[in-house]
């Protein structure tokens, strides 16, 4: 078991792992600053870690109530270079008033508007700014839809890191401000995430910074996959029947997979019985047209502008993960459209007290569907990820 363990702070153990790419399966030097495989076709490098059913669950640091709580199974090789502002842990409520409406027996739903920021990028921008400040990363750049590119200054600002933030200029203006509050240098491009993602490039070739994006580098999956460990843990290890998840990116629907699949080979749990349900917004639906072979890929999607701002990622660079994640789990994915989305955020909040985001809120019209389709059965066990908090939004709202 000891051997498991690095050494670098023996105050820290945490268990071993190595960065390989996740198409060509090429081994990374993890003490070097990676983004993606050059390799292949350019795919996401991920952290495996050497995981063993001799591993226990007492592994977990039950003091510490954040995503830290999992540290051993992340890939922090020192304690100091932590950077965290209490992300992570938080709460599963169950959404009583609304399951009696659908008439389904359990609607639970993870309110992910209790992180720092607002939203659950705050976990991957936690470990991403963390992993930086420990190769010594100075400044960091990223293309955001808001909530990423918020969660990076906060973290940046603790680390004493750079941020620079580029944002499609329809973004609400809370999200600027944010960002700006938090010292970050905000760069507004007329267009989608995609069109930010150019920008960046572009910087890149003249500032040394760097590139933060959705997949583009192996750390903000290991935050985000804190997630699925939670997700088990508040449970008591009774994984949902269905999990609906809001896809942008999708490092949020992948980290929740290979969580279950790293406690799989620990033997913390038996079998993965959870169907993933990726949801979309018509507006920008690359995942679903791609999963019903509407198009070979999304590389030459055109998407559009949408209220649930995390959903306009018209060429997700990990959909082929995200796929994936589909397949294995055996779920689906959909869109719905913008009013649907609006009714939603209204729906839940008058019935259950929660101001969801958009993004959130496009899950409950997903579920309708599923239920109505006969995709989910009424004696299910449910989970919506709520990923963050409507307040940012709440300019586009009229109630
Ligand atoms: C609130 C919210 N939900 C969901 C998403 C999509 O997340 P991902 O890109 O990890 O799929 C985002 C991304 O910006 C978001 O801000
Ligand atoms: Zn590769």
Not at 62 to 76: D, F, G, N, T, V
Not at 175 to 194: P, Q, R, T
């Amino acid at each position: 078991m000891k051997a498991a363990f690095l050494t670098e702070n023996p105050k820290n153990t945490i268990l071993n792992y190595g960065l390989y790419c996740n198409s060509c399966h090429f081994r990374y030097n993890k003490y070097e600053i990676n983004s993606f495989c050059m390799q292949c076709e350019k795919s996401p490098i991920e952290a495996r870690f050497d995981l063993n059913k001799s591993i226990s669950k007492d592994i977990i640091d039950q003091s510490e109530r954040s995503m830290w709580r999992y540290a051993k199974l992340l890939p922090i090789l020192d304690i100091k270079n932590r950077i965290t502002l209490g992300e992570g842990w938080t709460p599963i409520l169950p959404m009583f008033r609304l399951a009696n409406c659908l008439g389904i027996s359990s609607l639970l739903i993870k309110d992910e508007s209790f992180n720092p920021t607002g939203s659950f990028k705050a976990r991957g921008l936690s470990m991403a700014v963390s992993k930086a400040k420990e190769l010594g990363i100075r400044s960091c750049i990223v293309p955001t839809a808001g909530n990423a590119g918020g969660a990076l200054s906060a973290y940046c600002a603790k680390a004493g890191i750079e941020s620079i933030v580029v944002m499609p200029r329809h973004t609400p203006d809370a999200f600027k401000k944010e960002c700006k509050a938090f010292g970050a240098e905000v760069i507004l491009v007329d267009g989608l995430i995609s069109d930010c993602a150019k920008l960046v490039a572009e910087i890149k070739k003249d500032r040394s910074c760097f590139d933060i994006s959705t997949m583009k580098e192996p750390y903000r999956l290991e935050g985000k996959k804190t997630l699925g460990y939670e997700i088990a843990e508040q449970m008591n290890w009774d994984l949902p029947d269905v999990i609906l998840y809001p896809a942008g990116g999708g490092t949020g629907l992948i980290g929740i997979w290979k969580a279950f699949k790293e406690m799989l080979n620990m033997g913390w749990i038996t079998h993965i019985p959870t169907r993933m349900i990726a949801v979309q917004a018509e507006n920008c639906k690359p995942l679903v047209d791609t999963f019903n072979e509407l198009q070979l890929d999304a590389s030459n999607y055109q998407g559009m502008p949408t209220i649930a701002n995390g959903l306009a990622v018209p060429h997700p660079f990990a959909e082929k993960m995200m796929l994936a994640v589909l397949s294995q789990s055996k779920g689906t994915t959909l869109a719905v459209s913008e009013q649907e989305i609006i009714k939603s955020v209204k729906e839940i909040a008058a019935k259950e007290g929660i101001l969801v985001a958009p993004e959130g809120a496009a899950l409950l019209a997903g579920l309708k569907f599923l239920l109505n389709s006969k995709l989910v059965g009424a004696d299910e066990k449910i989970l919506l990820l709520n990923t963050g908090s409507c307040y940012k939004y709440l300019d586009s709202f009229e109630f």
